[in-house]
């Protein structure tokens, strides 16, 4: 797609509507007092903020204008830092983002949103019964790991349930980091993959997130389930993410990200994902498509030549098809 992207959040529209008539000072103080934070969640305009180990709830200084600020983002604040109830602190900057996990909200919204900033990893989460396995929805996930710069990690929940050797056959080719979880298996393999890192955990409903989260952070269960101390609302009223601190990493939950638009996407994105087709692709004429039945196609010649594998070239066209919008897979909240 050509043009710009824009970048929205949510956020953004509720702060601009606030108005306020405060004349503002031309030669502003370059904040040289501020100190760093991270932002942990985001509610109609108030950002929650650790800084120095310490919560703190902050306002978008007007000074940002139409910036988003989104959980993961390393901000500097001023003002009250002192964390206690009714105190509001500032963000006078966001500094440079690491990596960007964007979603549409559907395949027709036009307009890109920013969920997480300077993430590691997208933890994959699928149950293999209760609900059945997603193949699309996992593919999707992938494909917007892939554009977001994340390292995938595909979870599957539930192998109390059902064997996990189908699904993990579906992705064998692609060389995917996976961990397998049940009801009371334990989890060293998870918090492995976790220790140090950030990422961010999507799924669709049922599959066994929360029962994740819960059993990593037992504490969690606590500021999860609690009224949110910034909106005095609970979190289930919230679709925005939360992180929390694990093993020297932070685990961001999306409770109401549970698909991506990727219509955005352009095959060559896509494709970039996958380094050894890559290097067939540069063979196709320009423009190409790369989908099953597209003449002149590099990858059906280097199939032909057996210099590719079939089941990563299927996959890979079932992630540039996913794209094209024909099916959103999971329901959204
Ligand atoms: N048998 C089995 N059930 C599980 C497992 N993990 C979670 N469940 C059950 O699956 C159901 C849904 O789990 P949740 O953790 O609420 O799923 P979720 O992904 O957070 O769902 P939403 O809150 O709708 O997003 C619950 O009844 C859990 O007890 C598992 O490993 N094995
Ligand atoms: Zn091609």
């Known amino acids: ?33 501020a ?14 903020c650790l800084v120095d180990g310490r919560p703190v709830v902050a306002m978008k200084a007007r000074e940002l204008g139409r910036g988003s600020i989104v959980v993961g983002d390393r901000v500097a604040l001023v003002g009250d830092l002192s964390g206690r109830p009714d105190t509001l602190a500032r963000v006078v900057r966001v500094e440079e983002r690491r990596s960007v996990l964007r979603r549409t909200a559907d395949d027709t ?9 300077n993430a590691d990893q997208l933890v ?4 293999l019964a209760d609900p059945p396995p997603q193949p699309r929805f996992i593919d999707r996930c992938l494909v917007a790991a ?50 140090g890192r950030t990422s961010v955990l999507v799924g669709s409903s049922g599959v066994g997130k929360s ?39 932070w685990i961001i939950d999306t409770p109401g990200v549970r698909s991506f638009g990727l219509a955005h996407i352009s095959p060559d994105d896509v494709v970039a994902g996958f380094p050894d087709l ?11 498509p790369h ?15 057996g210099r590719l594998d079939q089941a990563r070239v299927d996959s890979l066209r079932r992630l540039l098809s996913s794209r094209e919008g024909e099916d959103n897979t999971a329901p959204s909240a």
Do not use: Q
């Open 146 to 195: 892939y554009d977001a710069g994340l390292e995938p990690l595909l979870c599957l929940t539930k192998s109390d349930l059902s064997d996990p050797d189908g699904v993990l056959a579906i992705y064998a080719s692609l060389d995917l980091p996976n961990v397998v979880t049940s009801l009371d298996g334990d989890l060293d393999d998870v918090r492995g993959h976790l220790a």
């Open 35 to 48: 100190r760093e934070g991270f932002v942990t969640t985001v509610d109609r305009g108030r950002y929650r």
């Open 211 to 249: 029962t994740l989260v819960n059993r990593l952070l037992p504490d969690a269960a606590r500021a999860v389930g609690d009224v949110n101390p910034v909106t005095g609302r609970g979190r289930h009223t919230s679709t925005s993410a939360v992180a929390l601190p694990l093993d020297g990493g």
């Open 278 to 288: 890559d290097e067939a692709v540069v063979e196709c004429p320009s423009g190409c």
């Open 291 to 305: 989908t099953e039945g597209t003449p002149d196609c590099a990858l059906d010649t280097w199939l032909v030549e």
């Open 124 to 127: 994959i989460v699928c149950a």
């Open 1 to 33: 797609m050509s043009g710009g992207r824009g970048y929205i959040d949510e956020d953004d529209i509720r702060v601009r509507a606030r108005g306020g008539s405060r004349p503002r000072t031309r030669n502003r103080p370059k904040h040289e007092d």
């Open 109 to 117: 919204d036009p307009v890109e949103r920013v969920i997480v900033a």
